[in-house]
């Protein structure tokens, strides 16, 4: 005989979407909008790097193309060529683009800040004050979503996500979700499909009451954020005829 908890996980795999609620799951948030966001990768953009990124007292960090200005403003964390990573900080009048950035040590944040809290690739989601900061939360649809695995190969994702950040951009009872890469949200949208509205719990059993047992590490995602210093010191040596 299956336990509770399996006969939990096969309910959720099988949940008929947003319009149906189930207790067993948790507390019923409700309906959210669900979108996504990820780091910008400054190899991506090409053109002429003429737009400063600057720092909150106006120090200039790097000089970059617009688009990759633009794309850093939006999503919030983006890594340049040279490897180092930028964090949005808050609005300021003398930036191109409304706003300026910190430097990240990557030792404490490999994948950049939320709201004082570390992100996680796939765990962390920001929202807008309709979900407890902090806590685990249970999108069912999630369930069985294949996202890589540390070993190289994939995993399958549970469910379980974390409120971690907050987003000036969101509407009203709307979640973005950290997937760490374009690409990776090109997958996970070809999965979910066209299900842009999902129902969310919290408190539920499926998910553990503290957000530090649902990480392990990374490599793999770590690995993807320091692949553009390794890209610029190879570039390095090629000038130098190395």
Same mark, same amino acid.
């Given at each position: 005989?299956?336990?509770?908890?399996?006969?939990?996980?096969?309910? &959720?795999?099988?949940?008929?979407?947003?319009?149906? &609620?189930?207790?067993?799951?948790?507390?019923?948030?409700?309906?959210?909008?669900?979108?996504?966001?990820?780091?910008?990768?400054?190899?991506?953009?090409k053109g002429t790097k003429d737009v400063p990124l600057i720092d909150c007292q106006g120090k200039v960090l790097a000089m970059v193309t617009d688009s990759f200005s633009k794309e850093i403003s939006l999503e919030g964390t983006g890594v340049l060529e040279d490897g180092r990573v930028l964090n949005l900080?808050?609005?300021?009048?003398?930036?191109?683009?409304?706003?300026?950035?910190?430097?990240?040590?990557?030792?404490?944040?490999?994948?950049?800040?939320?709201?004082?809290?570390?992100?996680?690739?796939?765990?962390?989601?920001?929202?807008?004050?309709?979900?407890? &900061?902090?806590?685990?939360?249970?999108?069912?649809?999630?369930?069985?979503?294949?996202?890589?695995?540390?070993?190289?190969?994939?995993?399958?994702?549970?469910?379980?996500?974390?409120?971690?950040?907050?987003?000036?951009?969101?509407?009203?009872?709307?979640?973005?979700?950290?997937?760490?890469?374009?690409?990776?949200?090109?997958?996970?949208?070809?999965?979910?499909?066209?299900?842009?509205?999902?129902?969310?719990?919290?408190?539920?059993?499926?998910?553990?009451?503290?957000?530090?047992?649902?990480?392990?590490?990374?490599?793999?995602?770590?690995?993807?954020?320091?692949? &553009?210093?390794?890209?610029?010191?190879?570039?390095?040596?090629?000038?130098?005829?190395?």
């Open positions: 005989m299956a336990s509770p908890l399996i006969t939990i996980l096969l309910l &959720a795999l099988l949940a008929p979407g947003p319009a149906t &609620a189930d207790p067993r799951f948790g507390d019923d948030a409700g309906d959210f909008r669900v979108t996504y966001y990820w780091i910008a990768f400054e190899r991506e953009h900080a808050e609005e300021h009048p003398e930036a191109r683009d409304g706003w300026c950035f910190f430097e990240v040590d990557r030792s404490e944040a490999p994948w950049g800040w939320g709201s004082r809290v570390p992100l996680h690739p796939f765990r962390s989601i920001a929202e807008n004050g309709h979900l407890p &900061a902090g806590e685990t939360v249970f999108l069912p649809d999630f369930v069985g979503i294949p996202i890589p695995a540390g070993d190289g190969g994939i995993d399958f994702h549970d469910g379980c996500f974390v409120v971690e950040d907050t987003g000036y951009s969101l509407d009203e009872r709307h979640v973005d979700i950290f997937v760490l890469a374009e690409s990776h949200y090109r997958k996970v949208h070809r999965l979910i499909g066209g299900m842009y509205h999902l129902r969310i719990y919290t408190n539920s059993p499926l998910c553990p009451p503290a957000s530090a047992f649902l990480y392990r590490p990374d490599d793999w995602a770590r690995d993807l954020v320091k692949q &553009a210093a390794k890209a610029h010191l190879r570039r390095s040596k090629l000038k130098d005829g190395k």
